[in-house]
C-alpha cells in the first residue's frame, strides 16, 4: 500500500525513467524521523494551516472521502509572515474545534476530553515537511518534498489514529515538473505513516514506515485519493503492511 498509480492524466507528469535506485532497491521500510521542537513545530503546522490551498484532511472508515479540516478562509498569507504567537494560536483553536466536529459526524461518538487533546496534540506535532525532508536525505534523494499533503487516520472506535505524509520526491532536477511552487511535481510519490497518535508511550521516537511508487497525477491530492481505498481498510483491520 501507498502512493497508487492511476490512469494518465492530460496534464499530469509523464515518467520518464524507472524509480530511482536508492528508491527501487527499498520502496518499502522504515526510517527514522525526528520532529521539530515544539515553538518551531507549531509555527509550522500554523503556515500549513493557513496556506492558500487546503493541506490537512480527516479519514476514517466510514467517511465516503476525505474532509478537510482547515476552514475556507483564514489569515492571509500576508499577514502570517511573522507567525506571530496570536496567528499559532489560532490555528489551534481552529484546527480543534475542526477536529471535534469531524470526528463526531466520521465516528458516531464524541471523542472524550482525554482522547480529542492527545490526538490534536500529536497531529498538530505531525504536520511537518521536516519528516519528508527527513526521508528524502535518508534515500539520498535531493532535500526537496513537493505539494506536502497530510491525512489525519482514526479508527471508527477512536482507539487508534495515524498521521499519513505525502509528497513528491526527485533524485534529480530534471525529475521535477512545473512552472509554479504550488504545482512542482516529479513521478514519484512517497507516503509516511506516523506511529499511533493515541498509543499510550510517550512517542519520542518518531518512526516512520514509509512507501513509494511511480504515479501519473497533476497534483498530491490526485495520488492520495487513489491511495483512500487501502487507507480505510486498514484503518478497519488495523494492519498496515499491505
Same mark, same amino acid.
Given at each position: 500500500m501507498g502512493c497508487a498509480g492511476g490512469k494518465a492524466s492530460t496534464t499530469a507528469a509523464s515518467p520518464k525513467e524507472p524509480l530511482p535506485s536508492s528508491l527501487a532497491a527499498a520502496p518499502r521500510g522504515k526510517i527514522q524521523s525526528q520532529l521539530p521542537p515544539s515553538e518551531e513545530g507549531l509555527r509550522d503546522f500554523a503556515r500549513i494551516f493557513f496556506a492558500d490551498q487546503r493541506k490537512i484532511f480527516l479519514l476514517s472508515p466510514g467517511m465516503p472521502s476525505m474532509r478537510p479540516l482547515q476552514p475556507t478562509g483564514g489569515p492571509s498569507s500576508a499577514h502570517i509572515g511573522d507567525l506571530n504567537v496570536q496567528v499559532v494560536q489560532k490555528a489551534e483553536a481552529l484546527?480543534? #474545534? =475542526? $477536529? *471535534?466536529?469531524?470526528?463526531?459526524?466520521?465516528?458516531?461518538?464524541?471523542?472524550? !476530553?482525554?482522547?480529542?487533546?492527545?490526538?490534536?496534540?500529536?497531529?498538530i506535532a505531525a504536520t511537518t515537511?521536516?519528516?519528508?525532508?527527513?526521508?528524502?536525505?535518508?534515500?539520498?534523494?535531493?532535500?526537496?518534498?513537493?505539494?506536502?499533503?497530510?491525512v489525519v487516520l482514526v479508527s471508527s472506535d477512536l482507539k487508534q489514529a495515524r498521521a499519513a505524509t505525502y509528497g513528491f520526491v526527485a533524485q534529480k532536477p530534471t525529475h521535477i515538473v512545473g512552472d509554479r511552487p504550488e504545482s512542482k511535481r516529479t513521478?514519484?510519490?512517497?507516503?509516511?505513516?506516523?506511529?499511533?497518535?493515541?498509543?499510550? #508511550? =510517550? $512517542? *519520542?521516537?518518531?518512526?516512520?514506515?514509509?512507501?513509494?511508487?511511480?504515479?501519473? !497525477?497533476?497534483?498530491?491530492?490526485?495520488?492520495v485519493e487513489m491511495d483512500v481505498p487501502k487507507l480505510k481498510e486498514s484503518l478497519s483491520s488495523g494492519r498496515w503492511d499491505d
Amino acid at each position: 500500500m501507498g502512493c497508487a498509480g492511476g490512469k494518465a492524466s492530460t496534464t499530469a507528469a509523464s515518467p520518464k525513467e524507472p524509480l530511482p535506485s536508492s528508491l527501487a532497491a527499498a520502496p518499502r521500510g522504515k526510517i527514522q524521523s525526528q520532529l521539530p521542537p515544539s515553538e518551531e513545530g507549531l509555527r509550522d503546522f500554523a503556515r500549513i494551516f493557513f496556506a492558500d490551498q487546503r493541506k490537512i484532511f480527516l479519514l476514517s472508515p466510514g467517511m465516503p472521502s476525505m474532509r478537510p479540516l482547515q476552514p475556507t478562509g483564514g489569515p492571509s498569507s500576508a499577514h502570517i509572515g511573522d507567525l506571530n504567537v496570536q496567528v499559532v494560536q489560532k490555528a489551534e483553536a481552529l484546527f480543534t #474545534d =475542526s $477536529l *471535534k466536529v469531524q470526528l463526531e459526524q466520521a465516528c458516531g461518538q464524541v471523542a472524550s !476530553a482525554e482522547v480529542l487533546e492527545l490526538l490534536r496534540r500529536r497531529a498538530i506535532a505531525a504536520t511537518t515537511v521536516n519528516v519528508g525532508i527527513d526521508f528524502a536525505l535518508s534515500m539520498n534523494l535531493m532535500p526537496t518534498f513537493l505539494q506536502p499533503f497530510f491525512v489525519v487516520l482514526v479508527s471508527s472506535d477512536l482507539k487508534q489514529a495515524r498521521a499519513a505524509t505525502y509528497g513528491f520526491v526527485a533524485q534529480k532536477p530534471t525529475h521535477i515538473v512545473g512552472d509554479r511552487p504550488e504545482s512542482k511535481r516529479t513521478p514519484f510519490c512517497v507516503r509516511l505513516l506516523s506511529p499511533d497518535l493515541l498509543s499510550e #508511550d =510517550s $512517542l *519520542k521516537t518518531w518512526e516512520l514506515d514509509y512507501s513509494v511508487r511511480e504515479v501519473r !497525477a497533476a497534483t498530491i491530492m490526485q495520488a492520495v485519493e487513489m491511495d483512500v481505498p487501502k487507507l480505510k481498510e486498514s484503518l478497519s483491520s488495523g494492519r498496515w503492511d499491505d
